[in-house]
């Protein structure tokens, strides 16, 4: 789900997503994740999934896939844990 924080437009949306990988180690999986956007926007993404103590992070390098998406982005998310 997408909530933008900014802009005209405040409406949530709902994005199809798919993710497959592959578990290397005890706590690093890599693997393919692919988004579609709510338009003709679609990326998919290398990503490396880990743990920091308790936490997790998720890095990504992704392509887009139509001449509508972004062509190249790099994504990082890391969840607090607490």
Not at 32 to 40: M, Q, V
Not at 62 to 82: C, L, P
């Amino acid at each position: 789900m997408q909530k933008p924080l900014s802009g005209a437009s405040r409406s949530s949306t709902a994005t199809p997503a798919a993710k497959i990988a592959y578990r290397v180690f005890a706590d690093n999986a890599f693997g393919l994740e692919y988004y579609r956007d709510a338009g003709p926007s679609h990326m998919v993404y290398l990503a490396w999934d880990g743990n920091i103590g308790k936490s997790d992070i998720n890095l990504g390098i992704g392509h887009g896939t139509t001449a509508n998406s972004d062509r190249w982005v790099v994504k990082a998310i890391y969840e607090f844990a607490f």
